[in-house]
């Protein structure tokens, strides 16, 4: 695995954000999240068009040999903290890292095929992992798979699963018998049935997956498909994380611009004590949620094993927590422009409570870290 230095990870940032500023501003979030599915697929296509295309978005944590640039987590981490200070609205993290993950993991027959169509941004994918995209538990699988006349159907529910309305691929994981799967098939498969969710943040779309005898294809793993899906869960955290990390650093900075150029008794507000504890308290979080980011992914890159759960449970918990936090801060700094629709307060507030529950609670996350000895 090749490792991006310090000047590449710049060039990258700053080639992901360029992209996002020219084609995401706000308006272009708000158009895109809440302005009608009857214009986008429930993602920003133009912009995930250049991101792929231009950047190579979708290639970053793909082996060469697959026609990717052979990096890891932590330049992932780079992009979608970009992607998060821009509360960009596309499937990155469902498509590119969790989906394509777990494409990576097992053998694929059109591999080839599928993978180059996912990094040229042709075709995007989702993963149907458990009933309702909360903590991965084996015990959470929804789906049964069915052998019959030499072939497998799927039959279950999926809820909440992440960009499903859009994706032009699914990946399941289903029980077969007393083991669990993994399943490949084209979304529009007869026996499929998409119906997006009424969610809180619109640039995080989500559907409800219903599959009744769906035929599908199942892809063989040489290791446990449990391991491997935890795997590619653990690595959806972590970059998930980062853009957590993202979009508490924008939302520092839009507090502190307010509080520099908001006056009130004929002083900028942000020279009020109150105000300046709360500043201070976004940089605490977002330095505490910084660090835990990064040792999650540098786990993932060249970390031990037993290394990369904790970490990642971790950076789930202190990143979701810090960004709940920041988003609340600020929309107190704001007052009460803060509570308005017109104010882009709203808008993180949308994403911190989105992401929150996004693979599990925080509460949940510590839980785990406490049963495993990592905290007391």
């Given at each position: 695995m090749t490792?991006?230095s ?7 940032a ?13 308006d ?6 809440y302005?009608?599915r009857?214009k986008h697929?429930?993602?920003?296509a133009e912009?995930?068009?250049?991101l ?7 290639a970053?944590?793909?082996p060469?040999?697959f ?15 970009e992607?998060?200070?821009?509360l960009a609205?596309?499937p990155?993290?469902a ?10 993991a097992v053998?694929d027959?059109d ?6 169509a996912?990094?040229e ?5 989702a993963?149907a992992l458990?009933r309702?995209?909360?903590l991965?538990?084996r ?11 030499s072939s497998w159907?799927l ?16 990946i399941v ?10 399943f490949v098939?084209?979304?529009t498969t007869q026996?499929v049935v ?7 943040d619109g640039?995080?779309q989500?559907a409800t ?7 599908a294809t199942r892809?063989?793993s040489?290791?446990s498909v449990?391991d491997?899906v ?12 980062a853009?957590?990390?993202g979009a508490?650093?924008r939302?520092l ?15 900028p507000?942000?020279?009020?004590q109150a105000i ?5 308290d976004?940089l ?5 949620a910084r660090?835990a980011s990064q040792g999650a ?9 037993d290394e990369?759960a ?8 202190v990143?979701?927590e810090?960004?709940r936090?920041a ?6 700094i ?5 509570f ?8 993180y507030?949308r994403?911190?409570r989105t992401?929150?529950?996004?693979f ?5 996350h510590w839980e ?6 990592k905290?007391?």
């Amino acid at each position: 695995m090749t490792s991006l230095s310090v000047d590449e990870r710049k060039q990258l940032a700053q080639s992901v954000r360029a992209a996002c500023e020219r084609l995401s501003p706000e308006d272009r979030v708000r158009a895109v999240a809440y302005g009608g599915r009857q214009k986008h697929r429930g993602f920003d296509a133009e912009l995930w068009k250049v991101l792929c295309g231009q950047v190579g978005v979708a290639a970053i944590g793909l082996p060469e040999q697959f026609g990717g640039a052979g990096y890891g987590a932590t330049a992932m981490g780079v992009v979608a903290h970009e992607l998060g200070r821009s509360l960009a609205s596309v499937p990155f993290l469902a498509s590119a890292v969790l989906a394509t993950s777990l494409l990576l993991a097992v053998d694929d027959p059109d591999a080839d095929e599928r993978l180059s169509a996912l990094i040229e941004g042709k075709r995007t994918a989702a993963a149907a992992l458990s009933r309702d995209c909360g903590l991965w538990q084996r015990g959470h699988v929804s789906v049964s798979a069915e052998y019959a006349t030499s072939s497998w159907t799927l039959n279950g529910v999926v809820h909440h699963v992440l960009h499903g309305g859009s994706a032009d691929d699914l990946i399941v994981v289903a029980r077969a018998g007393r083991e669990l799967a993994l399943f490949v098939l084209d979304a529009t498969t007869q026996g499929v049935v998409i119906a997006e969710e009424s969610v809180l943040d619109g640039t995080r779309q989500m559907a409800t997956i219903t599959f009744t005898s769906a035929p599908a294809t199942r892809l063989s793993s040489g290791t446990s498909v449990e391991d491997v899906v935890s795997r590619s869960v653990d690595l959806a955290m972590a970059v998930l994380s980062a853009e957590q990390v993202g979009a508490c650093e924008r939302l520092l900075e839009i507090a502190t611009d307010y509080a520099r150029t908001r006056e009130q008794f004929n002083r900028p507000i942000g020279s009020f004590q109150a105000i300046k504890h709360k500043c201070a308290d976004m940089l605490l979080d977002l330095e505490w949620a910084r660090s835990a980011s990064q040792g999650a992914l540098d786990a993932h890159d060249a970390g031990p094993a037993d290394e990369t759960a904790w970490r990642a449970s971790m950076a789930k918990a202190v990143c979701s927590e810090s960004l709940r936090n920041a988003a609340h801060a600020n929309v107190q700094i704001h007052g009460g422009i803060g509570f308005t629709w017109e104010d882009s307060a709203h808008l993180y507030v949308r994403r911190a409570r989105t992401d929150e529950v996004l693979f599990g609670k925080p509460a949940e996350h510590w839980e785990r870290l406490r049963a495993e000895a990592k905290i007391v």
